[in-house]
C-alpha cells in the first residue's frame, strides 16, 4: 500500500519570505511517480510536478523548485520569495507505475494549507 | 480550449437518496478518474474509466458505480447516500499513460459538492 504524509497542517508566512512544504511518501515499488498540486479556494487542483523514481534531479521552474530524496523518500516543494498568490492548499501526491491503459491512481497526502500574509 | 467540467456545482440530497454527477474531460482526453475530498482531506481516489470500462477502483462501496459514454464523458453514481458520502467530488481527466510524455498527467475539473442531511 502506499502513503503519503505531510506533516505540516498549516503555514502562515509574510510576503517574500521563503518557505518550503514537506512530503514524505511510502511504498514497496521502485517504480513510481511523485506530484505535487495546489489547490486554490475555488477548489480546482492545479498540477505542479510530476517526477519518476529514477530521476532524483532537483528541479526549478521560476519561484518553485523541487527537492526529490529517495534516501529519506522526501519530495519536498520549497517556494522562494512567496507571493500573496500562492496562498492555497497544497498535495503531494504518490502512484505506483501502471501496465495498464489508462491513468495513474493518485494517493495523496492531507495537504498543507499555505497563508501567505501581505 | 474548454478544460475540465463537472455538472452541478452544488447538490443536496437526503439520507437513502441516489445522485448522479457528470463529467466531461478535456478536449482529446480519453481517460476519466473520480475522486472525493472529504473537508479537510486530501481526494481519494474512487475510480477510473478507459475506453468505457472500469479500469482501476478504490476503496469503495459498490454503493459508488460510474460509466463512460462514447465522447468520454462519464457519470459517478452514488446509491444509497449515507451523511459520510457528503464532500467534494473531483473529475480528473488525461490521456493514456501509453500516449507518450505527457499521457497520465491529470487535468482536474471544479468539483461537484454534495451535501447529504
Redesign the interface.
Given at each position: 500500500a502506499q502513503k503519503?504524509t505531510q506533516a505540516q497542517t498549516e503555514i502562515s508566512v509574510v510576503e517574500k519570505e521563503d518557505v518550503t512544504l514537506d512530503c514524505v511518501y511510502e511504498t514497496r515499488d521502485t517504480t513510481y511517480?511523485l506530484f505535487w498540486?495546489k489547490q486554490p479556494p475555488?477548489?480546482?487542483?492545479?498540477?505542479l510536478i510530476?517526477r519518476n523514481s529514477f530521476d532524483e534531479q532537483n528541479e526549478i521552474s521560476g519561484r518553485y523548485s523541487w527537492n526529490f530524496q529517495k534516501s529519506t523518500s522526501s519530495f519536498n516543494f520549497t517556494i522562494t520569495a512567496s507571493q500573496v498568490v500562492d496562498s492555497a492548499v497544497y498535495?503531494c501526491?504518490l502512484s505506483v507505475a501502471?501496465s495498464?491503459?489508462?491513468?495513474?491512481?493518485?494517493?495523496?497526502?492531507?495537504?498543507t494549507k499555505l497563508s501567505v500574509i501581505p | 480550449d474548454a478544460g475540465v467540467t463537472q455538472s452541478p456545482t452544488h447538490l443536496i440530497k437526503t439520507r437513502g437518496q441516489q445522485v448522479t454527477l457528470r463529467c466531461s474531460p478535456k478536449s482529446g482526453h480519453d481517460t476519466v478518474s473520480w475522486y472525493q475530498q472529504a473537508l479537510g482531506q486530501g481526494p481519494q481516489f474512487i475510480f477510473q474509466y478507459y475506453e468505457e470500462e472500469e479500469r482501476q477502483r478504490g476503496n469503495f462501496p459498490d454503493r459508488f458505480s460510474g460509466h463512460q459514454f462514447p465522447n468520454y464523458s462519464s457519470e459517478l453514481n452514488v446509491n444509497a447516500l449515507l451523511l459520510g458520502d457528503s464532500a467534494l467530488y473531483l473529475c480528473a481527466s488525461s490521456l493514456d499513460v501509453l500516449a507518450g510524455a505527457s499521457g497520465g498527467e491529470q487535468f482536474f475539473g471544479p468539483g461537484t459538492r454534495l451535501t447529504v442531511l
Open positions: 503519503v511517480y498540486y475555488s477548489g480546482e487542483l492545479v498540477f510530476r498535495f501526491a501502471y495498464g491503459a489508462g491513468s495513474y491512481q493518485l494517493t495523496f497526502g492531507k495537504g | -
